[in-house]
């Protein structure tokens, strides 16, 4: 049989990611897309202990560890310094989770990207700072019960809406910026060709499912993510400078059937769920407009 | 000059097979060879193998390369048996001293 996806495998097996782990198929499809000239950049995140401990390491191409507030900045110089030895050639990918994105990356990601470096920053979104125990951050969606947002007698789930970064850096210019899920693997790969075709920063948003935090059982991996998809919940899309094009869900399902096979949305009533069905309504409307009308952002220079 | 600790022991040093409970039997007369569960295999350690020796549906995917799971790093996910389009991957309780 013909393989879908490269054969090449750049993660070996033996790391210390959990049953089921979305973050790992995550990186195990990237670097398929990267191939071997590759030097990945990880700040604090899961990814910084799925290696395991110190002489260990999974991945067949270089990690470079940076701290959690660095990862736009150690990307940059990276770039810098195997340019000026003549390696052009090397994909360098920044690789941190919606934490290190989301909230305490995003001043240096944002330099970074407009600074215009041709790099790659990948931002596997587990949705929550599952690394150090599921504490609610700036991607967390309306709705989502977490070790800091509880919910027991009070209903304290988020109250705040997902901030969505792909959109922070369309709005910012970044020629590339695209959303993919561990689900459609085919899709996520087809786009990082895209993205090396294009020289500057390049932004990839990738929906990683985390059974330990979003409390489902860990063979549901890749249907949750593809129930993301299905649902509007995470509508994938790829932009290249000015125009976006939709990927349309070809099996729709409600939000409801999404939400009612994971433990952190349980407490949800009808009321709630209604709710987030209207904003993923509202908002597929929004991206299908701006596919027709084009997004207008300021020239490159 | 290294100016930095570099980790370059592989993983594969690590055995993972302690943390399985289920582990995943693949019905060989049934698979088809589509090769879904080593896409979707978090820990990469489904290898694609000549499969010449194991049984299959038909003449024709007798001669392919059949999955084959490397029990000393599967943890017991069960992706693989939730994926599989023929349903052909059935998870068992892993027991001590077993395998």
């Known amino acids: 049989m013909p393989f879908s996806i ?55 191409v270089p990690m470079v560890y940076t701290p959690f507030a660095a990862t736009g900045a150690v990307i940059s110089g990276l770039r810098g310094s195997l340019d000026i030895q003549g390696k052009s050639d090397y994909n360098v990918v920044g690789f941190a989770g919606d934490g290190g994105t989301a909230d305490i990356g995003l001043q240096s990601l944002s330099g970074a990207m407009e600074r215009g470096h041709n790099v790659f920053y990948i931002m596997y979104d587990n949705e929550a700072y599952m690394n150090t125990g599921v504490q609610r951050s700036g991607s967390t969606p309306f709705g989502a019960e977490t070790t ?17 970064v792909a959109d922070l850096m ?34 990839i948003q990738i929906l990683a499912p985390c059974p330990t935090g979003w ?18 919940i995470f509508p994938l899309f790829e932009y290249i400078n000015g125009s976006i094009k939709v990927t349309k869900p070809s099996k729709p399902i409600s939000v409801r059937e999404y939400v009612s096979g994971q433990k952190r949305f349980a407490h949800l009533d009808d009321n709630d769920i209604e709710k987030i069905q209207n904003t993923v309504n509202k908002r597929m409307r929004y991206l299908l407009s701006m596919e027709k009308e084009g997004i207008f952002v300021l020239p490159a220079q | 000059m290294i100016m930095a600790p570099i980790a370059d022991v592989s993983s594969r040093v690590n055995h993972t097979d302690s943390w399985r409970i289920q582990k995943p ?57 939730n994926e599989c389009p023929e349903k052909c991957i059935e998870m068992v309780l892993d027991e001590k001293g077993e395998d």
């Open chain 1, 6 to 60: 490269p054969e090449e495998e750049l993660m070996e097996p033996g790391h210390t990611a959990c049953h089921g782990c979305g973050a790992t198929l995550a990186m195990r499809y990237v670097l398929k897309g990267m191939g071997e000239k590759t030097v990945v950049s990880v700040p604090a995140a899961c990814w910084a202990v799925i290696p395991g401990a110190m002489p260990n390491r999974t991945l067949k």
């Open chain 2, 25 to 81: 039997i693949i019905d060989y007369s049934k698979c088809i060879r589509c090769m879904i569960c080593w896409k979707f295999c978090p820990d990469a350690c489904i290898d694609v193998v000549d499969g010449g020796a194991i049984a299959a549906p038909s003449e024709r995917t007798l001669k392919m390369e059949a999955p084959v799971i490397d029990m000393d790093y599967c943890k017991g996910c069960g992706i693989c048996a």
């Open chain 1, 170 to 203: 369309i709005a910012q210019g970044v020629p590339y910026v695209a959303t993919a899920t561990i689900a459609y693997p085919e899709d996520l790969i087809r786009k990082i060709g895209n993205a090396k075709k294009i020289s500057g920063p390049k932004f």
């Open chain 1, 148 to 164: 800091t947002t509880p919910v027991g007698k009070e209903r304290n789930f988020k109250k705040q809406q997902k901030k969505i």
């Open chain 1, 215 to 232: 409390y489902y059982p860990p063979e549901k991996s890749v249907e949750v993510s593809r129930q993301a998809v299905q649902s509007g």
